[in-house]
């Protein structure tokens, strides 16, 4: 699907007025629909939901490239990471995995909503949360042949 950039097409103003169904419809369909105005400023139609979403992405985008950045840095310490700070007690080899995870998920929120990101960062919070405890991640990555209480059969 194209989006309104892409597709060249670009409304007047005095189309707003004449053909607001067209106009209308077009900013309905993704990536909304582009409206030039008298003085040659353009502006675009989106529905509030796009433009939420988009703006959901970029934050989680920027956060994603300070992490990378701290990562190349070889910074460790959690403040570095700004909103990602949770991810402090994961080794280096799983954030570049959350990281690769946590964008590979973000290409696809226009389509899915944030849904799928907020699960996969609530799991990796979840495995640094387990991680930060020295004690709980030996006993949940123990033998796991060995039960931890006597069972009968």
């Known amino acids: ?68 950045l701290m990562l190349i840095r070889d910074k460790h310490d959690s403040l570095s990471y700004g909103t990602l700070s949770w991810m402090a007690p994961l080794s280096d080899e799983d954030k570049l995995a959350f990281l690769e995870e946590f964008l590979a998920t973000l290409q696809s929120v226009s389509a899915t909503g944030p849904g799928p990101v907020e699960d996969l960062l609530y799991d990796w919070q979840q495995t640094a949360r387990v991680l930060a405890d020295p004690e709980l991640a030996a006993r949940l990555t123990a033998d796991i042949e060995t039960p931890e209480h006597p069972v009968s059969v």
């Open 1 to 68: 699907m194209l989006s309104a950039l892409e597709s060249g097409v670009v409304f007047q103003s005095t189309d707003l007025a004449r053909r607001s169904r067209t106009v209308m419809d077009a900013a309905g369909k993704p990536g909304g629909a582009l409206v030039r105005d008298k003085s040659g400023r353009t502006f675009l139609i989106a529905a509030v939901s796009e433009v939420s979403r988009d703006q959901y992405a970029l934050e989680h985008l920027r956060s994603a490239a300070v992490a990378m």
